[in-house]
């Protein structure tokens, strides 16, 4: 069976995978993705892949690309042009996010034949839809909940920066808890909102990023929670090249 590799880099870090088929067998998180992180990867396996696929939201360099395309022996870097299992009708595909392609790439493994609200709490939130047959018709982008706090703390001269964790009440009692409330509710609201926008009876929502569970607690409705997310959208875009 076919061992690959796939590679989310992010804003703050790279998730990578290592897929025997569509199992994963190694799953790592790195600040900076580097060559020695990749030969350590590839050295647990006999030192080579039968496929990979770099996914970036930032520039990398040509030595980190290089060396992922010397120790795979097919090498896909996600990118406007590259086939999909699904269908973007975004107007401007050249500026869409590459892991907002993932995401719904992998959501639509999970509820194809459905309505689809995809969300990535990452750093900024996504807000996606896709069709039941298949079409990522489109989406929002919004301040990530801790880009929220942040902000309220930059441009203020008296609030502080609060963390995420803690009291988290619906109505906050001070201001530490009002701040985190308003970011972290705020988001739930956002959350709702979208989801009655998509006028169906029941579509299914898929929350993916590091503040999902901080959502998803207080969503008030059934929804799936998908850390690998990403990385399963792109073992299904490198299948689905492979296959055609």
């Given at each position: 069976?076919?061992?690959k590799?796939?590679i989310?880099?992010?804003?703050?870090?790279?998730?990578?995978a290592?897929?025997r088929g569509?199992?994963i067998?190694?799953e790592?998180?790195?600040r900076?993705l580097?060559?020695?992180?990749?030969?350590?990867?590839?050295?647990?396996?006999?030192?080579?892949f039968?496929?990979?696929?770099?996914?970036s939201?930032?520039?990398?360099?040509?030595d980190v690309?290089?060396?992922?395309r010397?120790?795979?022996?097919?090498?896909?870097e996600?990118?406007?042009d590259?086939?999909?299992?699904?269908?973007v009708?975004?107007s401007?595909?050249?500026?869409?996010?590459?892991?907002?392609i993932?995401?719904?790439?992998g959501?639509?493994?999970l509820?194809a034949?459905n309505?689809?609200?995809?969300v990535?709490?990452g750093?900024?939130?996504?807000?996606?839809?896709?069709?039941?047959?298949?079409?990522?018709?489109g989406?929002?982008?919004?301040p990530?909940?801790?880009m929220r706090?942040?902000?309220?703390?930059?441009?203020?001269?008296?609030?502080?920066?609060?963390e995420?964790?803690?009291e988290?009440p619906l109505?906050g009692?001070?201001t530490?808890?009002?701040?985190?409330a308003?970011?972290i509710?705020?988001?739930?609201?956002?959350?709702?909102y979208?989801?009655?926008?998509?006028?169906?009876?029941e579509?299914k929502?898929?929350?993916t990023?590091?503040?999902a569970?901080?959502v998803?607690?207080?969503?008030?409705?059934?929804?799936?929670?998908d850390?690998e997310l990403?990385?399963k959208?792109?073992?299904s875009?490198l299948?689905?090249?492979?296959?055609n």
């Amino acid at each position: 069976m076919a061992i690959k590799l796939t590679i989310d880099q992010g804003n703050t870090s790279a998730k990578v995978a290592v897929w025997r088929g569509d199992e994963i067998i190694t799953e790592a998180v790195y600040r900076s993705l580097t060559e020695e992180d990749i030969a350590a990867l590839a050295g647990n396996i006999g030192g080579h892949f039968d496929a990979a696929i770099y996914s970036s939201v930032r520039d990398v360099t040509d030595d980190v690309r290089a060396y992922i395309r010397g120790c795979s022996s097919r090498f896909i870097e996600l990118t406007q042009d590259t086939p999909l299992p699904i269908k973007v009708a975004y107007s401007t595909p050249s500026t869409l996010g590459r892991d907002r392609i993932a995401a719904v790439v992998g959501a639509y493994g999970l509820t194809a034949g459905n309505w689809t609200l995809v969300v990535d709490c990452g750093t900024a939130i996504t807000y996606d839809v896709l069709s039941p047959d298949g079409v990522f018709v489109g989406g929002n982008i919004a301040p990530g909940i801790f880009m929220r706090l942040e902000a309220l703390n930059h441009f203020t001269s008296r609030l502080p920066l609060v963390e995420t964790s803690g009291e988290c009440p619906l109505w906050g009692t001070d201001t530490e808890s009002a701040l985190r409330a308003g970011a972290i509710n705020g988001v739930v609201a956002e959350l709702r909102y979208y989801r009655g926008m998509l006028s169906v009876a029941e579509p299914k929502v898929v929350l993916t990023g590091g503040s999902a569970d901080l959502v998803s607690s207080r969503a008030g409705f059934e929804l799936t929670v998908d850390s690998e997310l990403v990385l399963k959208g792109l073992n299904s875009i490198l299948n689905y090249n492979e296959n055609n």
